[in-house]
C-alpha cells in the first residue's frame, strides 16, 4: 500500500520549514545520539519495532522501555512535528526521562513521508479503525499490551503541533484505546479534514474554522458511531503568538472537548501557575479533571518546553496522583453543560449532558488570575461594575515600544451571565497588535473586548481572563464592564 498522503505539497513547504526554525532550537538544545538497537542490560535505548501489524499509514514504530518498567507498565504514545522524527521527539522531549522515573512505556510513532507530517485530514484518518495513520498507531499499542504486558486500561497519547492534531485525532477515533491525552499547539479533531492531496487546511492552520461545541462535539461521536463508553479526558496548551497554528484553534479545541466530555464550558477555576501561564480547569479542580488547558503568553509554535511535559505526566496519572483510569463521559452528549458546577465528583457522568454539571465538578472559581508578572509591571486598576460583571486591568510585561496586558471579568452578579462587553480607551501613540480569549473591535483610542465563543458564558462569581500585545508606552485605562 503507498504512503499515505502527507502535509508535504509545495505550498505545504514553507510552513514546514518555519515550523522546523521554531522547533529547531527546542531539539538541538537536547541533541544527543540515538542508539537504534535493542535494549542492553547497562542503559535503555531507543528500538524500532517492525512487522507490528498491517500499518495502513505506512509508519516506523519505535518502543522506549526503561530499565525499571513496571510490571504491566502504562504506555505513552509520543507523536511528534512536522520535519520531525521519532529518534528526533525522543532526545529532543523530557518523556523518555520521565519514563525512566516512573516506569512506564514511551511509543514514538514516525511519519515515514516526506515532510514528516501525519495524516490528520483524510477521511480514512477520522475514522475509528480506518486506513490511515491513527489505525497504524492504534496496532503500535495493540504490540506493546500484548508483547510487553502492557496494562490496556492505561495508555495515553502526547504530540506536538502535527503530533498534537494526531492526538486530538487519535481521542476521537480510539476512546476505547486512549484514556487522556495531552496536545501541545494543535487544532480540533476535523479542524484539518479537506480533500487537498496536500493534506494542509489553510483556513484551519489561520484559525479561520469555527463551529459550535455541539457541531465540534458532533465530529468527534461520528468517529465511532455507537460508542457509549467513556471518553478520554484532555489537557490542551497553546501560545497566544503561535503564527503556524493560530492560536484561535486553542479556545475551539476547549468546546469541542468540553462538549465531548459534557462539562461546562466555564472554567472552574483561572489561576496563573507561573508568569505567562493562564491555566483553566473545566468539569473539575483536580489534577485529572475531564478537561484541562493551559494559555502561554507570548510564545509561538515551540511547545513542550521548561517541564511542560511533566504537566502532562500527572495529568495522566503517570507519576502516581490521582485517578489513571480515563474518562468521565459515558453515553452521547447531545448539549453543553450550562449554568455553574456545584456538586462533588460522586462517579462519571452518564447520558445526556443539558443542564447544571453536577457530577464531576466541584465548586465554582471565584478568583481572578494570581501568578507571579514578569517584566515591569504598572500595577492595575479596576474599573465599572455594570449590569454584574467587573474587569480588572493588569500590565503583565512591557519593553521598549511595546506592552503585554490582560484583563479579568468577573461577574459580580447573583445568576450567571451569557456573556460580557468590555470597553477603555487607549492613550495617544498606544495601539493593540493582538488580542487572545476575546474578540476586540479597534485598536487604538477607544477600544472594545467582548468574550469570544467559548467564554462568555459566567456563572455568579465566576471569572476569565482575556490579553492583548500593543505597540507603545503600557497604558493603565479604567476598564468598564457590560453583562450580556
Known amino acids: 500500500m503507498p504512503p499515505t498522503p502527507g502535509l508535504h505539497s509545495p505550498k505545504r513547504t514553507t510552513r514546514v520549514r518555519t515550523l522546523l526554525v521554531a522547533l529547531g532550537a527546542v531539539v538541538a538544545a537536547v541533541a544527543a545520539t540515538v542508539t537504534l538497537t535493542s535494549q542492553s542490560a547497562s542503559a535503555a535505548s531507543l528500538t524500532e519495532v517492525t512487522n507490528f ?19 504491566n507498565p502504562p504506555v505513552l504514545v509520543a507523536v511528534h512535528y512536522c520535519t520531525g522524527t521519532a529518534p528526533a521527539f525522543y532526545s529532543g522531549t523530557e ?64 504530540g506536538a503541533s502535527s503530533g498534537a492534531m494526531m ?35 489553510n483556513a484551519c492552520a489561520n484559525g479561520q474554522v469555527s463551529h459550535t461545541p455541539q457541531e465540534w462535539g458532533d465530529m468527534v461521536r461520528a468517529a465511532y458511531p455507537g460508542y457509549t463508553g467513556a471518553r478520554p479526558r ?30 461546562s464550558q466555564t472554567p472552574v477555576v483561572t489561576d496563573s501557575p507561573q508568569s505567562g501561564w493562564t491555566h483553566t480547569r473545566y468539569g473539575a479542580n483536580t489534577t485529572q479533571a475531564p478537561v484541562e488547558a493551559f494559555s502561554i503568553a507570548g510564545v509561538g509554535h515551540s511547545l513542550p518546553m521548561n517541564g ?20 468521565t463521559s459515558t453515553g452521547t452528549s447531545t448539549g453543553t453543560s450550562t449554568g455553574t458546577s456545584t456538586g462533588t465528583s460522586t462517579g462519571t457522568s452518564t447520558g445526556t449532558s443539558t443542564g447544571t454539571s453536577a457530577g464531576t465538578s466541584q465548586g465554582t472559581s471565584t478568583g481572578t488570575v ?115
Open 308 to 327: 511542560m511535559a511533566a504537566k502532562a505526566i500527572a495529568f495522566f496519572g503517570l507519576d502516581g496522583s490521582g485517578n489513571t483510569t480515563g474518562g
Open 95 to 158: 518523556f523518555h526521562t520521565l519514563a525512566d522515573q516512573y516506569g512506564f512505556i514511551v511509543v514514538y510513532p514516525d511519519a515515514n513521508v516526506s515532510g514528516q507530517c501525519f495524516d490528520v485530514s483524510s477521511s480514512g484518518a477520522l475514522t475509528h479503525n480506518g486506513n490511515s495513520d491513527p489505525a497504524s498507531i492504534a496496532q503500535m499499542v495493540s504490540y506493546v499490551e500484548q508483547h510487553n504486558n502492557a496494562d490496556a486500561g492505561r495508555v495515553y497519547v502526547t
Open 370 to 484: 494570581n501568578g507571579t508578572t514578569a517584566g515591569n509591571t504598572t500595577g492595575s486598576t479596576t474599573g465599572g461594575n455594570s449590569s454584574g460583571c467587573s474587569a480588572t486591568y493588569k500590565t503583565v510585561n512591557s519593553w521598549q515600544g511595546g506592552f503585554q496586558s490582560e484583563v479579568t471579568v468577573k461577574n459580580t452578579g447573583t445568576a450567571g451571565i451569557s456573556g460580557w462587553k468590555t470597553t477603555f480607551t487607549l492613550p495617544s501613540g498606544s495601539s493593540i497588535t493582538q488580542v487572545w480569549n476575546g474578540t476586540g473591535t479597534g485598536t487604538s483610542g477607544a477600544v472594545t473586548v467582548t468574550n469570544a465563543s467559548y467564554n462568555g458564558a459566567l456563572g455568579a462569581g465566576a471569572s476569565t481572563t482575556y490579553g492583548f500585545t500593543g505597540n507603545g508606552a503600557a497604558p493603565s485605562p479604567t476598564v468598564s464592564c457590560t453583562a450580556g
Open 53 to 71: 501489524g498491517s500499518n495502513p499509514g505506512n509508519l516506523k514504530m519505535y518502543e522506549y522501555v526503561p530499565n525499571n518498567v513496571q510490571a
Open 234 to 263: 484532555v489537557q490542551l496548551w497553546h501560545g497566544t503568538a503561535d503564527t503556524t497554528l493560530n492560536y484561535n484553534n486553542f479556545g475551539e479545541e476547549i468546546k469541542q472537548w468540553t462538549n465531548v466530555l459534557g462539562v
Open 167 to 201: 492526538t486530538d485525532v487519535l481521542l476521537g477515533d480510539y476512546p476505547d484505546i486512549f484514556k487522556a491525552g495531552a496536545a501541545f499547539m494543535g487544532v480540533p479533531f476535523g479542524c484539518f479534514a479537506t480533500s487537498d492531496p496536500s493534506g494542509w487546511n
